[in-house]
Each structure stands twice: as structure tokens, then as C-alpha cells.
């Protein structure tokens, strides 16, 4: 039987490319040393790089055929769970890759977590299942991302609403105003968390944690044993108490993940 941590970063790296790799105009490539995406989207939230191992030897060599590769595109490099860069990260910053927080893995068992109170006054959570709550979703988003509503746009007309894909969107409401969106994606017995995010307008108001607690409630229902997300924390003094704050919920700490960006437009 595998291992929860080799399961939870199988689960990361599908549903990092489950999109790409049925996407049109999306380029996937797949070699034994890494996985690469470019989408049409000028944004590293869209095109993706996953190292599956490191040859110190030959990886300069190895990231500047990277760049090319998403040419003139930012990009995110992403680095198998506990990989270590620290032989190569004079490597990464020479060609101008920055390192922007800490991002480690952490899984709840659903199986002995009770469910949450689903009734919120003047709070309303909904799956996305039309076009007009999909431009509900984005409008949350999209000034975060610009490239999110033209992106999802084309995510929906492509793959459809239907409860067969492994992914479901969600939104939620305060006195019908969107103010915080969060995905998943499903994978047999597991589901992992690709996002949560709250308008800045309506930070610091306990959104977040609301739509995680609906999530929770929402993956166990359907027969979910273990839910799996990816906290990004900008500062290491933070770790700590980031993931005292997921401990109390019922996650435990699976590993840590590299994740660089990229934001040049290639060699000159």
C-alpha cells in the first residue's frame, strides 16, 4: 500500500495537469525527469513545471530548456514533495527564478472528523453548475488573476458542468455578495484542495474558513476519506502557527514543497 504522503503528491500533480492534458491549444509534455504545461495564458498559475528529480549535473542545462519551453510565458517550477534545491539554488536564482513563500502538505482522515454546522446566517455557499454562476466565481477572482475569467471560460465551454469531472468550484455569498471562491478536485478515496481565496475587501472576516469547513462537510458527504491541501506561507516564522491552525481542524503535516516563478520572457 502506498504511502499517504505518495498518494497526497500523486493527487497534486493530477490535478495540476488533468486540465492541460485535455485542454486545446494547451502543450503537455511529459519526460521521466519532469512534467510541463503551457497554456495560452500569460500567468504562472496556468503554466506549470513539476521536477520529478534532480541531476545536479546537467539541471542548469535542464531549466534553461524549461525556459524555452515557455518562451515568452511566466511560468511556476514546482519541486516533488521534500526534493531539496539547496545544491542547485544558486542555479535557479542566476536564471532568475524567485522563490516566494514556503508551501508544505497537509491531509485530514474525513473518516474521524465530524460534520461542521452547515447554517450560516446571510451566508450562502453554491457549486458552480451554469455560465452565470461561473461569472459569479470569477468576479471574485478576476482582479486578482486577469487571465482567470478567459481561462475558466474556456475550462467550462471545453470539459462542461457535469458532476463527472473531477473538479467542482464553489463560491460563497454574503447577503448575495460573492466574496470568497474555493475548488477541489477528486481522486478515488481522495480529494485535494487547488484553491480558497477571499476577495481583499473581505479579508480577515473568517470566510476562509467557512468555505473550508462547507468543503470538508461537502468531500465527506460524497464518500471522501481524506482531503488534502497545500498551505503557502510567505515567511518561515509563520510555519508554525499556519500549521497549528490546520492541525486544529484534523490536518497533519505530510511534507514540504519548492515552488519557484519565473517571470522573465526567456533569454535574450
Known amino acids: 500500500m502506498k504511502p499517504l504522503s505518495q ?8 490535478k495540476f495537469f488533468y486540465i492541460p492534458k485535455v485542454f486545446d ?7 521521466d525527469e519532469m512534467i510541463l504545461a503551457k497554456s495560452p495564458y500569460h500567468s504562472s498559475l496556468f503554466n506549470i513545471c513539476w521536477i520529478k528529480k534532480i541531476n545536479p549535473i546537467y539541471f542548469e542545462n535542464s531549466l534553461r530548456h ?17 526534493l531539496s534545491t539547496q545544491d542547485i539554488e544558486f542555479t535557479l536564482n542566476s536564471l532568475g527564478f524567485i522563490k516566494k513563500n514556503s508551501r508544505f502538505n497537509m491531509v485530514s482522515d ?22 452565470l454562476e461561473l ?4 468576479d471574485v477572482i478576476e482582479d486578482f488573476e486577469p487571465c482567470a475569467r478567459g481561462y475558466f471560460k474556456k475550462v467550462f465551454r471545453e470539459l462542461g458542468y457535469s458532476n463527472l469531472q473531477p473538479y467542482h468550484f464553489f463560491y460563497l455569498n454574503v447577503a448575495n455578495e460573492p466574496v470568497c471562491i474555493g475548488s477541489i ?6 480529494c485535494g484542495i487547488c484553491e ?30 481524506y482531503l488534502s491541501l497545500v498551505a503557502s506561507v510567505k515567511f518561515d516564522l509563520d510555519l508554525k502557527s499556519i500549521a497549528m491552525k490546520y492541525k486544529n481542524l484534523g490536518f497533519m503535516e505530510q511534507g514540504e514543497y519548492s515552488c519557484y516563478e519565473y517571470e522573465g520572457s526567456g533569454f535574450q
Open 66 to 82: 524549461i525556459i524555452e519551453f515557455f518562451y515568452p510565458k511566466p511560468f511556476a517550477l514546482w519541486f516533488g514533495m521534500n
Open 25 to 31: 491549444k494547451c502543450n503537455f509534455l511529459e519526460t
Open 185 to 190: 478536485y477528486f481522486q478515488n478515496n481522495i
Open 110 to 131: 474525513l473518516k474521524s472528523i465530524t460534520y461542521f454546522d452547515k447554517y450560516i446566517e446571510n451566508i450562502k455557499i453554491s457549486k458552480i453548475t451554469c455560465d
Open 196 to 225: 480558497i481565496f477571499t476577495h481583499p475587501n473581505f479579508r480577515k472576516k473568517g470566510y476562509a474558513r467557512k468555505i473550508l469547513n462547507f468543503i470538508m462537510n461537502y468531500s465527506k458527504e460524497n464518500n471522501i476519506n
Open 135 to 138: 461569472d459569479i466565481f470569477l
Open 7 to 14: 498518494i497526497c503528491e500523486e493527487l497534486m500533480v493530477n
